[in-house]
């Protein structure tokens, strides 16, 4: 859990700031304190983040026969359609309808050439031939997004003193994830908020970028600070709500922590595009832990201050695949996966599905 915030930092991409050390202080303080942040003037084409915004109406409209045709259970890749309720987080249902993505990817994987089993989570999506220029809009965003993940780690690779600003890229996957979700209008005034979704630490990906898709009055997006605070994340137009991932925690040894996160649904609908920047599936343990061991380890006293009190939390890192029984990202990633869709699961890995849901 990160430090006692009571706001999210807001950083400046622009390649023109005039204080460029102002500005990776604050990226730094976001980093290591937050692990939070918004970041504007992030040379995202606004045609691109406003063409998928006007699609999502469209997408969710379409009738349950449109929906089915593109489930998520008809692919081995988890990609596709899933209804509302078909997910639960912190052990409730979340009350929400989404359709997942990823970079477009022929499926290489078969059972006889010796890949690895996570392999298969890469393949072609699934688009609804009612839309048919969806699959542009979706494809353009994405190549938007790539462009932006990368440029936003070298200069995190600078805030944290890094001598290459290019450390990151080794730990990246070829293939990205893109989720288009829409909360349904579910409670009332007299009735508060409900869950949207759970808490949570994003646990699929590097770094989250999450495009707040709706008019600025409709919140719910909340993220949970050391003193049990649940802090509002309100939706800032022009801006991405940016937030470390569970492996980056992992790779810099708890300096930089995943924060814990939740939705809250109510009276008026929301939409949310999260971009699940992605991990290479062949990372083991010992590569995350090893790899930046001697940037990393020397200041798990120092970054965080606030966390000398209470040393064993500090250096506790939260992490499912250090603590699981699977070596590598690829198999982590992919037993998470079976045992949040279940009906995907056992359809297309029956082999090793008793296995992962009940280790």
Request: glycine share 8%; hydrophobic share 35%; charged share 20%.
């Amino acid at each position: 859990m990160a430090d006692s915030f009571t706001s999210i930092p807001i950083i400046d991409l622009s390649p023109t700031t005039a204080n460029k050390p102002q500005q990776l202080a604050q990226l730094h303080h976001a980093l290591t304190s937050v692990g939070f942040l918004y970041i504007r003037n992030h040379d995202v084409c606004a045609d691109a983040i406003a063409d998928l915004v006007g699609a999502l109406p469209r997408l969710f409209a379409l009738n349950d026969t449109a929906k089915e045709q593109i489930a998520l259970h008809h692919s081995p890749h988890f990609l596709g359609y899933s209804c509302v309720g078909a997910e639960t987080t912190a052990g409730n249902l979340d009350y929400r309808e989404q359709v997942e993505y990823a970079t477009e990817l022929a499926q290489t994987w078969t059972p006889e050439n010796g890949q690895p089993l996570y392999e298969r989570l890469k393949g072609p999506n699934q688009w609804p031939s009612e839309l048919p220029n969806l699959r542009p809009i979706v494809e353009r965003y994405m190549r938007e997004l790539t462009s932006l993940g990368e440029r936003f780690l070298r200069l995190v690779a600078e805030a944290l003193g890094l001598p290459s600003s290019e450390t990151f890229f080794p730990f990246l996957s070829e293939q990205h994830r893109l989720k288009l979700v829409h909360y349904p209008a579910g409670h009332t005034a007299d009735q508060g908020q409900g869950q949207g979704v759970g808490p949570h630490k994003d646990s699929s990906g590097w770094w989250t970028f999450l495009l707040q898709a709706s008019p600025p009055h409709i919140q719910g997006l909340q993220a949970l600070n050391r003193a049990g605070q649940w802090i509002d994340i309100p939706n800032i137009p022009g801006t991405f709500v940016v937030n470390i991932g569970q492996a980056f925690e992992v790779v810099t040894h708890g300096v930089c922590k995943a924060t814990v996160h939740r939705v809250l649904s109510g009276p008026e609908e929301r939409y949310s595009i999260p971009f699940f920047q992605g991990v290479r599936g062949s990372l083991t343990k010992t590569e995350a832990l090893d790899s930046l061991k001697e940037y990393f380890q020397p200041r798990r006293g120092n970054d965080n201050d606030d966390d000398n009190n209470n040393e064993d939390n500090y250096n506790n890192i939260d992490s499912p695949f250090l603590n699981g029984n699977y070596n590598t990202w690829g198999e982590s990633q992919l037993r998470t996966k079976i045992r949040s869709h279940r009906d995907v699961g056992s359809k297309f890995y029956a082999d090793v599905y008793e296995q992962y849901v009940n280790d």
